[in-house]
């Protein structure tokens, strides 16, 4: 059941040195040979990654399951560069050791990949570019039970204030949209007082890519509200992974997050439109990572 779809716009591709792309925990063979593979993608800064972060890939499971024909063969954490820089945004080796160690000791089947963080700035279209290659192209996708051949869907996995901003004028370059949209679709975890109808109705276009999924037990953590947490000498405790919360403490993190005001997502570094730097789950008030 191959699917047409549109072509990759990034052909080539510059990895950091000692790059690797994490694959031990994608699945090479469809359970069921009438589902259509994906990969879900969560970028943002992580700074720190919190319960929230990992748990909107199990509430994408769940709807995955309960509402799709997709099967999910992996699920991908991807921070942020350091060159996005504002306030909060930790050292791209804290972050990544900090996903690695949620992910690992927390879940069965979430990776990191460390491609985004350690080079220059990219634009969401070019990471979700990047995992198409490496999925589809080096590892070869995925076969089914029968032997048959099949192309990996990628798409992006976010919280709802994603689809505000992209709804916004001037955030967002209309290619770029097109290329997430239209090419890989995405996954949205609704929020509470979140105008989810305005937002989507501007992006009619690629309705049939977006997908919305409720957040049933509502979850207020944010990185942002950690880190003033850790500023004051308060607990996060429960708040993040304990291994997490341990690194944190051990390295003395997030003492100081440094003067002026929390930059706003959406935005373009340096007013270019097109990236999104995705607090994965976090609301417009409060979704810096």
Not at 85 to 109: D, F, I
Not at 133 to 150: A, D, M, P, S
Not at 198 to 203: F, G, H, K, V, Y
């Amino acid at each position: 059941m191959a699917t047409q779809t549109p072509a990759r716009r990034t052909s080539t591709f510059n990895n950091p040195p000692d790059y690797s792309f994490a694959s031990h925990r994608f699945h090479k063979t469809l359970r069921n040979s009438s589902k259509q593979p994906i990969v879900l993608v969560a970028c943002g800064s992580f700074s720190p990654v919190t319960y929230l972060h990992l748990r909107m890939f199990e509430m994408a499971k769940d709807y995955v399951r309960q509402n799709t024909d997709f099967e999910i063969v992996g699920g991908y954490l991807s921070p942020v560069s350091d060159k996005y820089k504002k306030p909060g945004l930790l050292n791209a080796h804290h972050r990544v050791h900090m996903c690695s160690l949620a992910a690992e000791q927390t879940s069965s089947w979430l990776m990191i990949d460390s491609w985004e963080a350690f080079q220059n700035y990219q634009r969401t279209a070019v990471v979700l570019d990047h995992f198409d290659y490496e999925i589809n192209t080096v590892l070869g996708g995925v076969h089914t039970q029968e032997g048959e051949h099949r192309n990996v869907r990628i798409m992006l996995l976010a919280g709802s204030d994603l689809i505000s901003t992209m709804s916004e004028p001037g955030v967002w370059s209309h290619t770029d949209l097109d290329h997430i949209l239209g090419r890989y679709g995405t996954f949205i975890i609704e929020r509470a007082g979140s105008g989810m109808d305005q937002a989507t109705d501007s992006l009619a276009r690629w309705r049939n890519n977006i997908y919305l999924i409720p957040q049933l037990i509502q979850n207020d953590v944010s990185s942002t509200k950690v880190r003033l947490f850790l500023r004051r000498g308060l607990s996060v405790r429960y708040l993040l992974p304990a291994a997490v919360v341990d690194y944190i403490e051990e390295n003395n993190l997030y003492l100081d997050d440094g003067p002026g005001p929390e930059k706003e997502k959406g935005k373009e570094k340096d007013g270019a439109a097109g990236k999104r730097d995705v607090d994965a789950g976090s609301s417009k008030k409060s979704m810096q990572s």
